[in-house]
């Protein structure tokens, strides 16, 4: 692997502006019913809200992601969160390298702006509370004493709650164009990429990536990444999809981007949810030096292979 030249890490970056978070995203499917009893069934918190679904996690009140109707399943926008003070520079800066601004599109409002990557995914910048974590959200691993089963019976087994978004992989046309785009415009910093696939950082303190990058021939969504407490939520929750019908997806593993153990449940329309712990952590006065790595280490460290859809863009070939 080799040193990239021309991204700047985080660290060390006085009075630097970008955005904090990923706030949530929006998707569109041509079946709400089947998107409220899959996102049900993976743990989240779902409620009706006007013709759309708001998928929150419980316990929080933060709306990490919206379903919507539509004739197809495709990724409808991503939207970012800013402090109040840095939302007037992102804007000047966006229009100052040519960005478009769009107005908010219909059945949406927004104290922010609205524009498209060079895919032409949609976006939005918006002031929000910092929802990416201020610290490391290590893995709680246990171990009963002598004499002390481990293990509940089945029938007994918690239900797994996942505890927060944590990333979203997008389809792009163009891995180099993307970089260079949410780098400069959205202010995120690159963590590491291979030929296949880029993952990014937000400058405040955030996760190993809160977006990343799979090469297609067009825009759309491979997974939304949900942060759980530890291996076996990950090993329940997987056991949970498959009992009641989502039996595809990859899993267990563990990968090297990012560090972050995973198991993807695929959803009805070919996307994925995934559960995810003990993902890397990039702190806000600390560069995380971005590498290129070989493609073999786009996907795993150790783990069963991916299944032979896994890198499919639905929404390109639908």
Same mark, same amino acid.
């Given at each position: 692997?080799?040193?990239?030249?021309?991204?700047?890490?985080?660290?060390?970056?006085?009075?630097?502006?970008?955005?904090?978070?990923?706030?949530?995203?929006?998707?569109?499917?041509?079946?709400?019913?089947?998107?409220?009893?899959?996102?049900?069934?993976?743990?989240?918190?779902?409620?009706?809200?006007?013709?759309?679904?708001?998928?929150?996690?419980?316990?929080?009140?933060?709306?990490?992601?919206?379903?919507?109707?539509?004739?197809?399943?495709?990724?409808?926008?991503?939207?970012?969160?800013?402090?109040?003070?840095?939302?007037?520079?992102?804007?000047?800066?966006?229009?100052?390298?040519?960005?478009?601004?769009?107005?908010?599109?219909?059945?949406?409002?927004?104290?922010?702006?609205?524009?498209?990557?060079?895919?032409?995914?949609?976006?939005?910048?918006?002031?929000?509370?910092?929802?990416?974590?201020?610290?490391?959200?290590?893995?709680?691993?246990?171990?009963?004493?002598?004499?002390?089963?481990?293990? *509940?019976?089945?029938?007994?087994?918690?239900? @797994?709650?996942?505890?927060?978004?944590?990333?979203?992989?997008?389809?792009? *046309?163009?891995?180099?164009?993307?970089?260079?785009?949410?780098?400069?415009?959205?202010?995120?910093?690159?963590?590491?990429?291979?030929?296949? @696939?880029?993952?990014?950082?937000?400058?405040?303190?955030?996760?190993?990536?809160?977006?990343?990058?799979?090469?297609?021939?067009?825009?759309?969504?491979?997974?939304?990444?949900?942060?759980?407490?530890?291996?076996?939520?990950?090993?329940?929750?997987?056991?949970?999809?498959?009992?009641?019908?989502?039996?595809?997806?990859?899993?267990?593993?563990?990968?090297?981007?990012?560090?972050?153990?995973?198991?993807?449940?695929?959803?009805?329309?070919?996307?994925?949810?995934?559960?995810?712990?003990?993902?890397?952590? @990039?702190?806000?006065?600390?560069?995380?030096?971005?590498?290129?790595?070989?493609?073999?280490?786009?996907?795993?460290?150790?783990?069963?292979?991916?299944?032979?859809?896994?890198?499919?863009?639905?929404?390109?070939?639908?």
């Amino acid at each position: 692997m080799t040193a990239l030249r021309g991204y700047i890490p985080a660290g060390g970056e006085a009075g630097a502006v970008g955005v904090h978070s990923l706030d949530h995203f929006t998707l569109q499917v041509p079946d709400l019913a089947a998107a409220e009893d899959f996102y049900s069934r993976f743990g989240l918190n779902v409620r009706p809200d006007g013709n759309t679904l708001a998928l929150r996690t419980f316990g929080h009140d933060q709306r990490w992601g919206t379903i919507v109707a539509g004739e197809r399943k495709r990724l409808h926008h991503i939207s970012f969160g800013c402090y109040a003070d840095d939302l007037e520079p992102l804007k000047r800066r966006a229009e100052a390298n040519g960005v478009a601004l769009l107005d908010a599109p219909p059945g949406f409002e927004s104290n922010g702006f609205w524009f498209r990557d060079p895919a032409g995914l949609l976006l939005e910048i918006k002031v929000a509370p910092k929802t990416s974590p201020d610290r490391k959200s290590c893995g709680i691993w246990a171990s009963s004493p002598a004499g002390v089963a481990g293990a *509940s019976v089945r029938a007994a087994a918690p239900t @797994v709650r996942p505890r927060r978004l944590a990333h979203v992989l997008s389809f792009t *046309s163009d891995l180099d164009a993307a970089i260079r785009f949410y780098s400069n415009i959205l202010g995120l910093r690159l963590s590491d990429r291979s030929n296949l @696939v880029a993952f990014m950082h937000a400058i405040h303190g955030s996760d190993h990536h809160v977006l990343a990058f799979a090469q297609s021939n067009a825009p759309g969504m491979h997974h939304c990444s949900w942060d759980v407490a530890g291996i076996d939520e990950i090993g329940l929750g997987a056991m949970h999809m498959a009992d009641k019908g989502y039996r595809k997806g990859w899993g267990l593993g563990r990968h090297v981007l990012g560090s972050n153990y995973f198991h993807y449940v695929q959803d009805p329309w070919g996307s994925f949810a995934e559960y995810s712990c003990d993902i890397d952590y @990039v702190p806000a006065d600390k560069p995380w030096p971005a590498q290129h790595h070989a493609d073999e280490d786009s996907f795993y460290l150790w783990g069963p292979e991916p299944p032979a859809d896994f890198a499919v863009n639905h929404e390109a070939v639908a």
